[in-house]
């Protein structure tokens, strides 16, 4: 080969090389300026975090850390589920970049990465807004969480703000919750069934017990008091009253301030579940919503009352701790006027026949 061929050839390839190199680098410098694996909020500090607003197309939940724990403030300030709060703050500190591209219009119409409070953009072109911020209103973190990329292995496309780029993260949002009631605590009774010692109905207007489900002995299954001769408990009936209140999971609060408040409880029925060491769970069940939806009102409240018999020292001091503990309990759920589905308050009897066999079945 001909030096001058050679050479020509040199350049050639040199340049070839040179363009290569300069189109890989345009790209990830355009696509990936805060490089593959790098976290979406380096140096975010979860203790930090005082406030999660999450906005959707639909609804805004506002939560809030206070003293005594986070609370859900656009839902009367009711205490929200811990877990889910921790879980998304988890995500966010832990979401790691898969690539980077710039944002347009059309793209963030394609991925719903346009922010809800934009009015003039329809729905499925909005994803949902979530930021948090400190004690001082210090905004800490700030994005929309737009769809999920398609075979993607669950990840989901975002847009950090005010950035105008979006990421795609290595984080599942898919069940992320977005109204208020999706983040309380639902279970707000940490109640095991096995030590309840009896269920009682009471009739609010003579003042009477309608029925009466009692252990004979602790450990033992609930028996139907002045059960009718002939008749035979329906034993799963009973067992489901018993867990009514020990897997009680609400709905919803309702506003504990209307007018039409007394009204939701007037003539409840009041079910007192008594448990061995003297606490008494006073579970009062409402009206119907006016919303269609079947869900009723329900109270609860609790109180003490120590065993009968003489008492040790040691035992009168035990059972002031009881006393105590019991008066905190009823601080913390007294106050709300829950809402619960006509699942759960269909499981709590208020007509003794229904705790009795019927006719025909073993």
């Known amino acids: 080969?001909?030096?001058?061929?050679?050479?020509?050839?040199?350049?050639?390839?040199?340049?070839?090389?040179a363009v290569v190199l300069f189109i890989s680098h345009s790209k990830k410098t355009a696509e990936d300026p805060a490089g593959i694996g790098a976290k979406l909020f380096a140096g975010l500090a979860a203790g930090d975090i005082a406030v999660i607003t999450i906005t959707s197309p639909e609804a805004t939940a506002r939560l809030k850390q206070t003293p005594n724990?986070?609370?859900?403030?656009?839902?009367?300030?009711y205490p929200a589920d811990f877990s889910k709060v921790a879980g998304l703050v988890q995500k966010l500190s832990n979401a790691k970049i898969g690539r980077t591209f710039p944002a347009s219009p059309e793209i963030q119409a394609r991925?719903?990465?346009?922010?809800?409070?934009?009015?003039e953009r329809p729905a499925d072109q909005k994803g949902t807004r979530v930021v948090l911020s400190d004690k001082d209103a210090k905004t800490l973190a700030d994005?929309?969480?737009?769809?999920?990329?398609?075979?993607g292995g669950d990840t989901f496309y975002v847009m950090p703000l005010p950035e105008s780029r979006i990421c795609l993260i290595d984080q599942n949002f898919r069940f992320l919750e977005k109204?208020?009631?999706?983040?309380?605590n639902k279970k707000p009774l940490?109640?095991?069934?096995?030590?309840?010692?009896?269920?009682?109905?009471?009739?609010?207007?003579?003042?009477?017990?309608?029925y009466t489900l009692q252990r004979p002995a602790e450990g033992k299954d609930p028996v139907l008091l002045d059960l009718p001769p002939g008749k035979k408990m329906a034993k799963f009936k009973a067992d489901q009253l018993f867990e009514a209140l020990t897997s009680l999971t609400v709905e919803d609060v309702a506003d504990p301030g209307p007018k039409d408040s007394a009204a939701r409880f007037s003539d409840a029925p009041?079910?007192?579940?008594?448990?061995?060491?003297?606490?008494?769970?006073?579970?009062?069940?409402?009206?119907?919503?006016?919303?269609?939806?079947?869900?009723?009102?329900?109270?609860a409240t609790a109180s003490y009352r120590p065993p009968s018999g003489k008492v040790d020292p040691d035992q009168k001091e035990s059972q002031a701790k009881l006393a105590e503990e019991t008066e905190k309990l009823n601080l913390k759920i007294s106050p709300w006027t829950y809402v619960i589905s006509k699942w759960v308050y269909d499981s709590f009897f208020t007509d003794p026949n229904n705790l009795i066999e019927k006719e025909g079945k073993k």
């Not at 080969?1 to 090389?17: G, Y």
């Not at 724990?69 to 300030?77: K, Q, S, Y």
């Not at 994005?143 to 075979?151: D, P, Q, S, W």
């Not at 940490?190 to 309608?210: E, Q, S, T």
């Open 143 to 151: 994005l929309i969480i737009g769809k999920e990329r398609e075979n």
């Open 270 to 299: 009041r079910f007192d579940y008594t448990l061995y060491d003297g606490t008494i769970y006073h579970a009062f069940l409402g009206t119907a919503l006016k919303d269609a939806s079947e869900n009723h009102y329900f109270r």
């Open 190 to 210: 940490d109640l095991n069934p096995k030590k309840i010692r009896k269920v009682v109905l009471f009739d609010p207007k003579k003042n009477r017990a309608i």
């Open 179 to 184: 109204k208020p009631a999706d983040w309380l």
């Open 69 to 77: 724990g986070w609370i859900v403030e656009n839902r009367f300030d």
């Open 1 to 17: 080969m001909k030096l001058k061929t050679f050479a020509i050839l040199l350049i050639t390839f040199c340049l070839l090389l």
């Open 111 to 119: 991925l719903s990465l346009f922010s809800p409070e934009q009015p």
